[in-house]
Structure formats: structure tokens, C-alpha cells
């Protein structure tokens, strides 16, 4: 069978993923079954990828078994089914172009996936993922995001903190939060995670002193954002 007779089937719809996928969608009706089996699915089956390396939804939902997906990729195969499937007329785009940290709690499909952002000195980066953009889309006044298997009320939910390039700075640099509240987010050179093709750590005015080149902590001191936080 391919993917998508499996998820209209609802194969994967009663597994934990595909369950939770229900309760947020809502627990009753032809877009939150549909949703809850496309997770299920998603979850058991496919891969998230940052980029899509070529791979189509149209491929993804007529094939069978594994595939890697990036999450505009993902978002393009549940769109194709609320369509095609469902009848829906009503289903757009919802885009974040801007860099943030996700919102505590919301997992990637890929269970493989933990997420690309840490605090320094550890070896665990699962305090979320450090997106530069993110696909999901919009239907009967709901959002619905396939690559995080969530379901929001408005299209910022995702957004735990949104994070700016540090003035001056080429890349690699970028601070949250303000006041005493501010952390610069360091770009780990060469690193790479399941998933991502990067890997960002946290550091605190005090680590930044000792982590960072001299020239990348002039940087930072000179950043209006930082300047205004006064916490150096």
C-alpha cells in the first residue's frame, strides 16, 4: 500500500503520536482523523530533514516506507491530502520566516530528532530547535503543524523566543531574550545532529567572555541589544 492509502486507513492513527495528534486536533471529525493518521504515520515511518534533498510530497504519499522529509515537504503532503482527500478549499500556508527557538514541549515527528540548540558545555541539545524558517499550514480557523505534530490557535504559537544576529556579526551569533533575561546563541562550527545540518549553544554574558573569540565578543558588547540589556 502507499503512504497515503496507509493514512487514510488510519494505520498508525491509535499509536501514542497518532492518539496525542487526535486530542489536539480537536478528538472528533474528518480533518482530526485524517491529522491524527498522517502523524501516526509520519512518526513511524518517515525521517525529518532539514533540507529535502530532492524528495516531493506527491513522492512521499505515493510510495511506501521510509523517506526523508523536510518540514516544508511535510506540510506540502498534508496539504495535498486536506485537499485532495478531504475536499478542503480553505487550506493556506502558514510560514515563520524569521529565526526562533521553538516553544517548550513541541516534539519533531522523528522521534530520532531531539532538536539543535544546548547549553554550553553539554552534550544534550534538546532544549528545542533553532529554526531559521517553518512550514505548517491553516484550515477551518486552526493551525496545523505536521512537523512538530501540534495544533495551534494562531500561527505564532510555535514561538518560544525569537533570536537576532548579533550587529556586525557575518553568521554565528545571535541573541535572546533582553535584560538580565539575554543569552547569545553560538554556532558550534561543524557540527551536526540528527536532522540538522547545525548545532547552536547557549551561553551566558559570564561564558561568553571565555568561549568566544575576541573578535566575536567585541561583537556582542556592541550589540544594541546587548548594550541596552546592561548585563556585561
Known sequence: MSARADILAGKFAKSPAGSAALTKAGGVGAVATLFAGFVGYANATWSYAAQSGGQTAANALSGDGPKSLACGTIREALKLMLRE?????????AD?????????????????????????????????CHFSTHYFL?????????????VYSGE?????????LVTGCPG?????????????LHLLAGRTLPGFGSAWEILTPKECKTVLAKN????????????????F
Request: net charge positive; hydrophobic share 35%.
Open 85 to 93: 482527500d478531504l475536499g478542503l478549499t480553505d487550506v493556506a500556508n
Open 96 to 128: 515563520i520566516n524569521e529565526y526562533f527557538i521553538t516553544k517548550p514541549g513541541l516534539e519533531c515527528f522523528d522521534p530520532k530528532v531531539k532538536g539543535n540548540l544546548g547549553n554550553h558545555g553539554s552534550q544534550n541539545f534538546g532544549l528545542g
Open 138 to 150: 491553516s484550515t477551518g480557523g486552526k493551525f496545523y503543524d505536521p512537523c512538530l505534530m501540534a
Open 156 to 164: 505564532r504559537q510555535p514561538i518560544g523566543q525569537t533570536t537576532k
Open 172 to 184: 554565528g551569533l545571535r541573541s535572546a531574550g533582553t535584560g538580565k533575561e539575554l543569552v547569545i
Open 216 to 231: 566575536e565578543l567585541a561583537w556582542v558588547m556592541n550589540d544594541f541589544t546587548v548594550k541596552a540589556s546592561k548585563v
